[in-house]
């Protein structure tokens, strides 16, 4: 019941839980410290095989219910699901390079051939649906988004190991299961699967604002928004922000004394136009401190409110979790406040 709450809904008491704050004098919103985070789905590790395996053996287990179902149905069909996992198995242990291709061309076309059989089922399921049956239009739903994974999954299959192309992460599908999912990556650290947020914290610790947004965005290309939305929500401008230097830009800097903040700092990577606005060493590095603090409320959020790894399923319910656990973080943090 708690994940049918749209991500709306959990945003907008997110909002009153802000006001409450701001009325109690907890947090002034005077200064504000913005970052980005990857938050993963929850998926296993995306592997072509893995995911050609993933698709054998749903699509295999769903057109087995439909011929139960439905034992008049004549499905030219033959269950691949062992060995599409004898396949799987030999392309992970193998050590030669000849032998995993060939393993990958034979669970290629045991994939090619389970994607006919259930394009032979749907046919058959619609024509049920068009006489009303219910149970068949879940049936077909269900296996046309399994086939449609299974198609791009085939695809990226081909090409990458095949033809020795370097696939877009653009392009790839990560999860049959959670299709929604990007992929991350940042330099050298561990690519994540799954969406990258930004936080917006204010000197109370509590976190004012959060941005779920799909793709490998740069962090310089939200930092407007960030400010926009913190406006647009709150009514008013912080007179102080201070960001890492991923969201470090001459635009960026232009755009936030535009909107009246009085002292910008980008803690890295700043031109000598950006810094002159920060007159003293004193204040620099006050704010540089203060913008420090920002990773450890997230450090918190994903070690004591779930915000890690999001267990719930689909896209519209990713984005609810999300804004659930940034509340149970901020309740903690307002009632600490109000105990002391």
């Known amino acids: 019941n708690i994940r049918r709450i749209s991500p709306e809904c959990w945003e907008e008491i997110h909002r009153v839980i802000i006001k409450t704050a701001k009325e109690l004098g907890i947090e002034k919103g005077r200064r504000v410290r913005v970052d980005s985070t990857g938050v993963e789905s929850n998926i296993h590790y995306p592997t072509d095989g893995e995911l050609l395996w993933d698709c054998v053996r749903v699509i295999d287990r769903i057109i087995e219910g439909v011929r139960v179902e439905y034992p008049d149905m004549k499905i030219e069909y033959h269950n691949h699901t062992m060995r599409a996992k004898k396949r799987r198995f030999k392309i992970v242990n193998t050590s030669s390079k000849e032998k995993r291709v060939e393993a990958y061309k034979d669970l290629l076309k045991v994939s090619m051939a389970t994607a006919e059989y259930s394009e032979s089922c749907i046919e058959q399921l619609g024509r049920r649906v068009k006489l009303g049956d219910i149970e068949a239009a879940v049936y077909k739903d269900e296996l046309s988004g399994y086939l449609e994974s299974l198609k791009i999954i085939i695809n990226q299959t081909e090409r990458r190991v095949l033809n020795g192309e370097k696939v877009e992460a653009k392009d790839k599908l990560v999860s049959i299961f959670e299709t929604h999912s990007d992929i991350l990556a940042k330099g050298k650290r561990k690519v994540i ?124 319910s990713f984005q609810s979790y999300v804004w659930l656990s940034v509340i149970a973080f901020n309740l903690n943090i307002l009632s600490e406040a109000l105990l002391k």
């Not at 606005?277 to 959020?301: D, H, M, P, Q």
């Open 193 to 316: 699967f799954g969406h990258k947020i930004l936080l917006s914290g204010g000197e109370s610790n509590l976190i004012l604002d959060c941005m779920i947004e799909r793709g490998n965005w740069s962090d310089a290309e939200y930092f407007r928004d960030g400010i926009d939305r913190l406006e647009e929500k709150y009514g008013y401008l912080p007179e102080e922000i201070t960001t890492d230097g991923g969201f470090a830009s001459g635009d960026n800097y232009d755009y936030a004394v535009g909107k009246g903040i009085k002292k910008v700092l980008f803690t890295k990577k700043c031109t000598s136009k950006i810094v002159e606005l920060v007159k003293t060493s004193r204040a620099y590095k006050r704010l540089k401190k203060f913008r420090a603090g920002i990773e450890g409320c997230i450090s918190a959020a994903k070690r004591s409110y779930g915000l890690s790894r999001c267990t719930w399923k689909g896209w519209q």
